[in-house]
């Protein structure tokens, strides 16, 4: 595996696997990696001859990076840890591509040329974090160009950031096949997270009850229970019971997240809650 810091490198390399006729597969990663992170490259590497894992922490969707504090100067950067994890698996990766924040904004964040998904891109996880898809929006548009990827693989427990990205790419012309991977779980139903790593031992105990409340929520609503905002409402009360701090339970259309009605039968249950310093997500389509 090779790492490659630079954009030059990066383009030189993919050039000489594109003149061959090779499918290349992106796998954007923010590091910290997982057994999650892992199912992805796997299912990139059954997709493409060749396969980029991308590094970087990305400061513009976080709301705080401008002041060097919070959740993006504490994110764990574990990149020798990553490296080895990477390098372990029996299937090969090409290459794994680290850029500094200078490497990927020359002119700066504030002068960035920003990319914006309407309708999906405010509600709920951008309710909470404002400004966060239009960071995630323009990273991987970057990323996108830079690699020049066939196909890119995503994992489902960021729903609502697979639907942004699957809209940006089709309303922008992006030749990209975009893969979303089942969440990849621990044994009681938790989805693996790199931010799992802040739930002290007596709150990890808790973390899976948000899962259990999703599969709650799904089971009254295959048995016939309409009334979604009573089952929000329930969910809420027992996630705050349970000493947690919920930002959303929301029973959404699974096509655009628009609110529910009973009409509808593709749906999504989805779910975003802090137990202590963790900032935990996840879904459930019904």
Same mark, same amino acid.
Request: proline residues 5%; without cysteine; positive net charge.
């Given at each position: 595996m090779q790492t490659i810091t630079t954009l030059a490198e990066l383009r030189e390399t993919v050039l000489q696997?594109? =003149? +061959?006729?090779?499918?290349? +597969? *992106?796998?954007?990663?923010?590091?910290?990696l997982h057994e999650g992170h892992l199912r992805l490259v796997e299912e990139a590497h059954s997709r493409a001859e060749r396969i980029v894992v991308s590094i970087f922490v990305n400061p513009m969707q976080f709301s705080d990076a401008s002041a060097g504090a919070g959740d993006y100067k504490n994110?764990?950067?574990?990149?020798e840890s990553d490296q080895e994890k990477l390098s372990g698996m029996t299937i090969d990766v090409d290459v794994l591509f680290t850029p500094s924040v200078e490497e990927v904004y020359p002119g700066g964040i504030e002068n960035e040329t920003r990319i914006e998904v309407p309708e999906i891109s405010n509600i709920l996880c951008g309710e909470f974090r404002?400004?966060?898809?239009?960071g995630v929006a323009t990273i991987l548009a970057k990323l996108f160009n830079m690699v020049q990827p066939g196909v890119a693989v995503f994992g489902e427990k960021d729903y $609502?950031?697979?639907l942004v990205i699957r809209r940006f790419v089709s309303d922008l012309c992006f030749p990209i096949e975009i893969v979303g991977v089942p969440t990849v779980r621990e044994g009681d139903r938790l989805a693996m997270s790199s931010r799992n790593r802040y739930l002290t031992s007596? $709150?990890?105990?808790? +973390? +899976?009850? &948000?899962? $259990?409340e *999703? *599969?709650?929520a799904k089971h009254s609503i295959k048995n016939g229970l309409t009334d979604f905002s009573a089952i929000e409402k329930k969910a809420t009360e027992? &996630?705050?019971?349970?000493?947690?701090?919920?930002?959303?339970?929301?029973?959404?259309?699974? =096509?655009? *997240? $628009?609110?529910?009605?009973p009409e509808d039968k593709d749906l999504v249950v989805l779910a975003a809650a802090w &137990?202590? =310093?963790?900032?935990?997500?996840d879904n459930i389509r019904v």
């Open positions: 696997w594109r =003149d +061959a006729g090779e499918r290349i +597969a *992106l796998v954007p990663t923010m590091g910290n994110y764990p950067r574990t990149l404002p400004g966060h898809f239009v $609502q950031q697979l007596e $709150q990890r105990k808790k +973390a +899976a009850t &948000l899962n $259990q *999703l *599969l709650l027992h &996630l705050k019971a349970a000493g947690f701090r919920p930002e959303y339970f929301s029973v959404r259309r699974a =096509d655009n *997240l $628009q609110e529910a009605n &137990l202590g =310093d963790a900032r935990l997500i």
